[in-house]
């Protein structure tokens, strides 16, 4: 069996940033776009909990899907079973760097949150106590600052 492609990136050399992962066109003629939000650098960096992960969705997810004007192209955001990112899933043929506005609005949204975060609830989601809502905040202004604020083009795209 072949790997798949995002097997056959060198998570060593691989840096915090968001790259485009795949890009796909479906029976319909849809182009999807799935970009690596890769908060951690693989296998030098510890990875994020599960329980911040499960929050840092919830606040995402909620916050994209309500974006004035990208509710509609939003697909799907969820975490990297490796927990040392999010995959972001859009409708439409944009470039790492055309999100970067948007995951800097997101992330900052998720540095600022306070209250209960959005599902976590026994009604609404399926683990609602297994959240780290501190961890979420925490993770977000970190990859603020330490990425997003100061990205560069090897943040931007995976290594040759």
Not at 16 to 34: E, H, V
Request: net charge negative; charged share 20%; glycine share 6%.
């Amino acid at each position: 069996m072949q790997k798949i492609p995002s097997f056959t990136i060198d998570h060593n050399r691989l840096l915090r940033g968001i790259y485009l992962s795949r890009r796909d066109l479906t029976p319909g003629g849809f182009t999807l776009s799935t970009y690596d939000i890769r908060m951690t650098e693989p296998n030098r960096q510890p990875p994020l909990t599960p329980q911040t992960l499960h929050a840092m969705e919830h606040l995402a997810a909620t916050f994209l899907r309500n974006h004035p004007e990208w509710k509609d192209k939003v697909v799907y955001w969820g975490p990297m079973g490796c927990c040392t990112g999010n995959y972001l899933i859009l409708q439409g043929a944009r470039t790492s760097e055309e999100i970067l506005p948007l995951m800097r609005e997101t992330m900052r949204w998720i540095a600022d949150f306070e209250g209960e975060v959005p599902g976590a609830t026994p009604r609404d989601c399926g683990n609602y106590s297994f959240m780290d809502l501190e961890g979420a905040r925490s993770a977000a202004r970190t990859y603020l600052a330490e990425v997003l604020d100061v990205i560069t083009p090897a943040n931007l795209s995976y290594p040759a």
